[in-house]
T-cell receptor, first 109, second 119 residues
Framework: GQNIDQPTEMTATEGAIVQINCTYQ??????LFWYQQHAGEAPTFLSY????GLEEKGRFSSFLSRSKGYSYLLLKELQMKDSASYLC??????????FGAGTTVTVRA | EPEVTQTPSHQVTQMGQEVILRCVPI?????FYWYRQILGQKVEFLVS????????KSEIFDDQFSVERPDGSNFTLKIRSTKLEDSAMYFC?????????????????FGPGTRLTVL
């Protein structure tokens, strides 16, 4: 099985930066995804890391260290619409995804 | 932009009844998945499907569940005899693989989900 840990909740101010950490223990690692999920909606893709290092995509960046089983998602210039749950998901085996429980980010004015 | 669609958006059924959840994956995708999310819990993998057969299934996907690709566009999940604990949001996802100069890239696109309520 997979063990994926991420903080339950984080709060930040509009315009600030927030870093969401994710640690995982896995077998047959294929890559790590970050998804955003608003309440009652489907997960939407944010980023993907398969090699070590930083991937930057606009206001969102994601980092991976495979040797440490560690990733983070960095959200810059926070906006109110960024208030959502952020899901760390590991691709393994036959490319299925195992998800963490999600981190609820609340952006305050 | 192409997207995964699912019907119905909400299904209410009585315990013991059969339900069929429908999905239309993105047209050039070859890999299909079903996930579920019980309210307040994490997203859980159910089954993956490729080349008209199941690739992998989780321990949740028991004999009460089945999947089918009845034609070139639809992908269905059937629950034969629903239980109260089957109440959840069911997400269909599809993907294609990119092989460039790195390990395969397999972004899964999720449909909007079907909320199943078993009474």
């Amino acid at each position: 099985g997979q063990n994926i840990d991420q903080p339950t909740e984080m709060t930040a101010t509009e315009g600030a930066i927030v870093q969401i950490n994710c640690t995982y223990q896995t077998s047959g690692f294929n890559g790590l995804f970050w998804y955003q999920q608003h309440a009652g909606e489907a997960p939407t893709f944010l980023s993907y890391n398969v090699l070590d290092g930083l991937e930057e995509k606009g206001r969102f960046s994601s980092f991976l260290s495979r040797s440490k089983g560690y990733s983070y998602l960095l959200l810059k210039e926070l906006q109110m619409k960024d208030s959502a749950s952020y899901l760390c998901a590991v691709s393994w085996g036959d490319y299925k995804l195992s998800f963490g429980a999600g981190t609820t980010v609340t952006v305050r004015a | 932009e192409p997207e995964v669609t699912q019907t119905p958006s909400h299904q209410v059924t009585q315990m013991g009844q059969e339900v069929i959840l429908r999905c239309v994956p993105i047209s050039n995708h070859l890999y299909f998945y079903w996930y579920r999310q019980i309210l307040g819990q994490k997203v859980e993998f159910l089954v993956s499907f490729y080349n008209n057969e199941i690739s992998e299934k989780s321990e949740i996907f028991d004999d009460q569940f089945s999947v089918e690709r009845p034609d070139g566009s639809n992908f269905t999940l059937k629950i034969r005899s629903t239980k109260l604990e089957d109440s959840a949001m069911y997400f269909c996802a599809s993907s294609e693989f990119w092989f460039v100069d790195r390990p395969p890239y397999n972004e899964q696109f999720f449909g909007p989900g079907t909320r199943l309520t078993v009474l």
